[in-house]
């Protein structure tokens, strides 16, 4: 069964410092992913996604993440976090059967980040 | 364009108790998807429509839980005789296409269900 793994439950970086928030996946075949952010006491926004064409993926807000195949990776990144960066990161996959998806997405457990000033 | 759209956002209710939570999907999207989050445990898929059928659902953690949707539209996530471990976040998304499509699912604030 595919399954997202997302290291750190809590990252907590400084202002201008580099974010890294990790994730990996498990998947027979090449998956579809995403990383979607979740500001406090709202839905989630997806912040950028996979779906095989170019390995290193921009996304919105300065966040960008790279695919690795042979890693089984995809992790999240921005050169230098600010203020208002401090949210809840989700990683997820769009399991993927031979036979087409399945439909739905499947989380990791998020990575709480927070940014001191 | 308007998002999509849940209500009530916040639902007290007492054990044993039914309650009807709505999701009002982006207008054009065939796809919809319940999920359910509670403190620590991350997001949980509950079920998803294609259209107006439920392929899956094997998402549902019990039978006390139903969903419904009518004219490739609206749905609704109906939880009978509510137990106190029911209490969670209960979130709704809708894509033009499937995930497996590589399509952006969008997400409702949520529903936010309390058990007494």
């Known amino acids: 069964a595919q399954s997202v793994t997302q290291l750190g439950s809590h990252v907590s970086v400084s202002e201008g410092a580099l974010v890294l928030l990790r994730c990996n996946y498990s998947s027979s075949v090449p998956p579809y992913l995403f990383w979607y952010v979740q500001y406090p006491n709202q839905g989630l926004q997806l912040l950028l996604k996979?779906?095989?064409?170019?390995?290193l993926v921009k996304g919105i807000n300065g966040f960008e993440a790279e695919f690795k195949k042979s890693e089984t990776s995809f992790h999240l990144t921005k050169p230098s976090a600010h203020m208002s960066d401090a949210a809840e990161y989700f990683c997820?996959?769009?399991?993927?059967?031979?036979?087409?998806?399945?439909?739905?997405?499947?989380f990791g457990k998020g990575t709480k980040l927070s940014v001191k000033p | 364009g308007a998002g999509v759209s849940q209500s009530p956002s916040n639902k007290v209710t007492e054990k044993g108790k039914d309650v009807e939570l709505r999701c009002d999907p982006i207008?054009?999207?065939?796809?919809l998807y319940w999920y359910r989050q509670s403190l620590g445990q991350g997001l949980e898929f509950l079920i998803y429509f294609q259209g107006n059928s439920a392929p899956d659902k094997s998402g549902l953690p019990s039978d006390r839980f139903s969903a419904e949707r009518t004219g490739g539209s609206v749905s609704t996530l109906t939880i009978q005789r509510t137990q106190q471990e029911d209490s969670a976040v209960y979130l709704c998304a809708s894509s033009f296409r499937l995930a497996g499509a590589g399509d952006e699912q969008y997400f409702g604030p949520g529903t936010r269900l309390t058990v007494t």
């Open positions: 207008s054009g999207h065939t796809a």
């Open positions: 996979y779906t095989s064409a170019a390995t």
């Open positions: 997820a996959v769009s399991p993927m059967n031979y036979g087409g998806s399945q439909g739905n997405l499947i």
